[in-house]
Each structure stands twice: as C-alpha cells, then as structure tokens.
C-alpha cells in the first residue's frame, strides 16, 4: 500500500504560479512512476502530467506544456508539479498518483494509488 498526501494548493491570480507537492509512503518510492491529474467541476479526471521512476522521462498533456514541469526526490519520496502561467482554466482538484507499470499511461485506471486531492483555484 502507498499513501499519498499532496500539499501546496490554493488561490493564486491568473499569471501567478504555484508548487504542488505529493509525499509518498508505504512502499519504495522510486518502483513507481508518478502522474498528475486534475477535475473541474462536472468534468472528468484528466491527465496533467507524469515521470518515470528515476526522472528521466517525463509526459505532459498539451493544454500545461511550456506553463507546468515534473520532478520527483526520490531521497524525499515526494514529487512536485511547478504551475507558472496559471490560467483560469486550470481552476481544479489536483490528484497525485502512482503506478507501477513500466510504461506511464495517461489514463486514470493506469494508476493504482492516488492522494485525495489539493484544491487550486486561479482567478482572472
């Protein structure tokens, strides 16, 4: 079992930036590849962003690229997503989750543990 717990979360104006954190505990951090995902209101959970287990690979979903990077501290057991740019749009609960698989999937069954969310709320 791998506990997930995410911090950093908040209201930020349109353009601000914001760092989330995800601490993991329970297993070996680094047998698991680590995603972001988020959900608005009345929408469905989507991929955000995602790393290997050792950091050398990292999956972006278009709407973040250039505005949002991945990183992990497999010392620390945690991993952090840096929101610059923020836009209204990215208004969401934001979910850390871990997966075992050896190839990162951007759908949510492809991971097997999440956190219970951090609310990020931008406004314009």
């Known amino acids: 079992q791998v506990q997930l717990v995410e911090s950093g979360g908040g209201l930020v104006q349109a353009g601000g930036s914001l760092r989330l954190s995800c601490a993991a505990s329970g297993h070996t951090f680094s047998n698991y590849g680590m995603g972001w995902f988020r959900q608005a209101p009345g929408k469905e959970r989507e991929f955000v962003i995602a790393?290997?287990?050792?950091?050398?690979?990292?999956y972006y979903a278009d709407s973040v690229k250039g505005r949002f990077t991945i990183s992990r501290d497999n010392a620390k057991n945690t991993v952090y997503l840096q929101m610059n740019s923020l836009k209204p749009e990215d208004t969401a609960v934001y979910y850390c989750?871990?997966?075992?698989?050896?190839?990162?999937?951007?759908?949510?069954?492809?991971?097997?543990?999440w956190g219970q969310g951090t609310q990020v709320t931008v406004s314009s």
């Open positions: 989750a871990a997966s075992s698989r050896t190839i990162l999937v951007r759908s949510p069954p492809g991971y097997d543990y």
């Open positions: 790393i290997s287990k050792s950091g050398g690979r990292t």
